[in-house]
C-alpha cells in the first residue's frame, strides 16, 4: 500500500471535495436524520405497546396512590453493518492521467481534477444510495430485508432484518386502486387510521412511491375530490398533484389532516457479473402511515485507523480514502460506512397492500 499516484492531493484536498458533493437528491436523511452511537450496533427506540394516555384516579387525601403498570416496550437491535463500494484507476488509466499532467503543466487543471474527483464522488454517493435503498426497502416491506445476490453483490445474510411486527399491523385494500372508476382510494386512508388506532397510534402520514402515488391520483374518487365544483360540473377535472391532493385530505373528515409523502428516488445497483439494475427502492402497491414524519434514524460508529500511506476524509458517518497499489498499478478509492437506518415507528405503524393482496 503506498501513498496516491495524484500529484499534489493530500487530505486537505480530499477533504473539500468530500464536503462539496451534493446530498440533495437523496430523501433518507430527512425521514432518517444521522445519529452517531457510541457502540457499533444499532438498537431501534422503545415504544410502548399500549395506551399511552392513561387518566388519573381520584384518591383521598390520607390515602395512598395506587400504582399503574409500567408501559411494555419492544424494539429491535443488532450490529452495524458495513457498508462499503471501491473503484480503480488501473495502470492504462494512469498512463492517461500522467500524459494530461504533462501537457496540462499545472496540477489542479480541471480535467486533472477529474481524474480522481470522479471516483471520490462516485464511492461517496455509493454509499448514500446503499442506505437509500435499505431505508425504503425495509419500511415499504413491513420491517424485513433479506440481502441476496440480486440486492447485493455480496451474501451477507447475517445482516438479514426482520423487526417481527405485529401482523395485525399488515393490511390490504377491498379494491385495487388499479381499479380506477371504482377504488375507494379516500375510505383506504379512513381504514388505516381506524387500524392505527387499535394500537395506540395517531396516523397523519402516508408514504408511497411515486408509481403508487400516480395510481391513488389517477383514480375516480380522488380526482372529483380534488376538483372544484365548476370542473365537477363541466366534466374537465384533471389529474391532481401532491399539493392539491395533500389540500384535499386535509379537508376530509375523519382523516386527522394527513399528508402523503411521495418517495421519488431511483437506486442504480451492479451486481457480481457487473450488470446494473436501476429501480425505486420502495415497494409498488405499497403505502406506509405514520403517527409522525421522521420515521427513525440513521445510525452510525466512525471506526478509527492510522493505516500508512492513506489519505482519508470524513463526512458524518462516510469515510472516504485513497491509497496506490504497486503491483499491478493501480489507484484505489474506498467508500465506507459502518451505518444502517433504524425504522423507530415500526411497531407504531400501519403497512398496507393496495392492490388488495394479503401480505
Same mark, same amino acid.
Not at 489542479?108 to 455509493?126: H, I, N, P
Not at 417481527?164 to 377491498?174: G, R, T
Not at 470524513?314 to 444502517?340: F, Q
Given at each position: 500500500?503506498?501513498?496516491?499516484?495524484?500529484?499534489?492531493?493530500?487530505?486537505?484536498?480530499?477533504?473539500?471535495?468530500?464536503?462539496?458533493?451534493?446530498?440533495?437528491?437523496?430523501?433518507?436523511?430527512?425521514?432518517?436524520?444521522?445519529?452517531?452511537?457510541?457502540?457499533?450496533?444499532?438498537?431501534?427506540?422503545?415504544?410502548? @405497546?399500549?395506551?399511552?394516555?392513561? $387518566?388519573?384516579?381520584?384518591? *383521598? +387525601?390520607?390515602?395512598?396512590?395506587? =400504582? !399503574?403498570?409500567?408501559?411494555?416496550?419492544?424494539?429491535?437491535?443488532?450490529?452495524?453493518?458495513?457498508?462499503?463500494?471501491?473503484?480503480?484507476?488501473?495502470?492504462?488509466?494512469?498512463?492517461?492521467?500522467?500524459?494530461?499532467?504533462?501537457?496540462?503543466?499545472?496540477?489542479?487543471?480541471?480535467?486533472?481534477?477529474?481524474?480522481?474527483?470522479?471516483?471520490?464522488?462516485?464511492?461517496?454517493?455509493?454509499?448514500?444510495?446503499?442506505?437509500?435503498?435499505?431505508?425504503?426497502?425495509?419500511?415499504?416491506?413491513?420491517?424485513?430485508?433479506?440481502?441476496?445476490?440480486?440486492?447485493?453483490?455480496?451474501?451477507?445474510?447475517?445482516?438479514?432484518?426482520?423487526?417481527?411486527?405485529?401482523?395485525?399491523?399488515?393490511? @390490504?385494500?377491498?379494491?385495487?386502486? $388499479?381499479?380506477?372508476?371504482? *377504488? +375507494?382510494?379516500?375510505?383506504?386512508? =379512513? !381504514?388505516?387510521?381506524?387500524?392505527?388506532?387499535?394500537?395506540?397510534?395517531?396516523?397523519?402520514?402516508?408514504?408511497?412511491?411515486?408509481?403508487?402515488?400516480?395510481?391513488?391520483?389517477?383514480?375516480?374518487?380522488?380526482?372529483?375530490?380534488?376538483?372544484?365544483?365548476?370542473?365537477?360540473?363541466?366534466?374537465?377535472?384533471?389529474?391532481?398533484?401532491?399539493?392539491?391532493?395533500?389540500?384535499?385530505?386535509?379537508?376530509?373528515?375523519?382523516?386527522?389532516?394527513?399528508?402523503?409523502?411521495?418517495?421519488?428516488?431511483?437506486?442504480?445497483?451492479?451486481?457480481?457479473?457487473?450488470?446494473?439494475?436501476?429501480?425505486?427502492?420502495?415497494?409498488?402497491?405499497?403505502?406506509?402511515?405514520?403517527?409522525?414524519?421522521?420515521?427513525?434514524?440513521?445510525?452510525?460508529?466512525?471506526?478509527?485507523?492510522?493505516?500508512?500511506?492513506?489519505?482519508?476524509?470524513?463526512?458524518?458517518?462516510?469515510?472516504?480514502?485513497?491509497?496506490?497499489?504497486?503491483?499491478?498499478?493501480?489507484?484505489?478509492?474506498?467508500?465506507?460506512?459502518?451505518?444502517?437506518?433504524?425504522?423507530?415507528?415500526?411497531?407504531?405503524?400501519?403497512?398496507?397492500?393496495?392492490?388488495?393482496?394479503?401480505?
Amino acid at each position: 500500500m503506498n501513498t496516491t499516484l495524484i500529484q499534489g492531493l493530500n487530505e486537505k484536498i480530499l477533504q473539500a471535495k468530500v464536503n462539496a458533493i451534493d446530498v440533495r437528491p437523496f430523501q433518507f436523511p430527512t425521514y432518517f436524520p444521522l445519529r452517531q452511537v457510541n457502540a457499533f450496533n444499532w438498537k431501534t427506540l422503545t415504544n410502548q @405497546k399500549f395506551g399511552h394516555n392513561v $387518566a388519573a384516579d381520584i384518591a *383521598a +387525601d390520607n390515602a395512598s396512590v395506587g =400504582r !399503574k403498570r409500567r408501559p411494555i416496550f419492544q424494539s429491535a437491535s443488532g450490529d452495524l453493518p458495513r457498508l462499503a463500494i471501491s473503484r480503480e484507476m488501473r495502470r492504462s488509466e494512469i498512463k492517461d492521467y500522467q500524459v494530461a499532467l504533462a501537457l496540462a503543466g499545472d496540477i489542479y487543471a480541471r480535467e486533472l481534477v477529474q481524474y480522481w474527483a470522479d471516483d471520490v464522488e462516485y464511492c461517496f454517493t455509493g454509499v448514500q444510495a446503499e442506505l437509500e435503498y435499505i431505508a425504503w426497502a425495509l419500511l415499504s416491506n413491513g420491517g424485513k430485508l433479506s440481502f441476496t445476490p440480486t440486492n447485493n453483490a455480496y451474501m451477507a445474510t447475517e445482516f438479514d432484518l426482520d423487526y417481527d411486527v405485529d401482523p395485525a399491523q399488515l393490511i @390490504k385494500n377491498s379494491t385495487s386502486w $388499479a381499479t380506477a372508476a371504482s *377504488a +375507494d382510494a379516500i375510505g383506504d386512508f =379512513r !381504514k388505516a387510521i381506524e387500524e392505527g388506532k387499535k394500537i395506540n397510534s395517531s396516523i397523519r402520514h402516508a408514504f408511497m412511491s411515486l408509481s403508487t402515488f400516480y395510481k391513488y391520483v389517477s383514480t375516480a374518487q380522488i380526482i372529483k375530490a380534488c376538483a372544484s365544483y365548476l370542473d365537477n360540473a363541466t366534466g374537465i377535472a384533471q389529474t391532481p398533484d401532491i399539493t392539491a391532493v395533500n389540500a384535499m385530505l386535509k379537508k376530509q373528515a375523519w382523516l386527522n389532516g394527513i399528508q402523503i409523502h411521495v418517495i421519488d428516488i431511483d437506486v442504480t445497483r451492479e451486481l457480481s457479473d457487473g450488470t446494473q439494475t436501476m429501480g425505486n427502492p420502495f415497494a409498488d402497491n405499497v403505502v406506509v402511515f405514520s403517527e409522525v414524519p421522521v420515521l427513525g434514524s440513521t445510525q452510525y460508529g466512525l471506526l478509527k485507523d492510522s493505516a500508512q500511506n492513506v489519505i482519508r476524509a470524513e463526512r458524518a458517518h462516510t469515510v472516504v480514502k485513497k491509497y496506490s497499489e504497486p503491483e499491478p498499478l493501480k489507484e484505489i478509492t474506498i467508500g465506507e460506512a459502518d451505518a444502517l437506518p433504524v425504522l423507530d415507528t415500526a411497531y407504531k405503524n400501519i403497512y398496507m397492500n393496495v392492490a388488495a393482496t394479503s401480505w
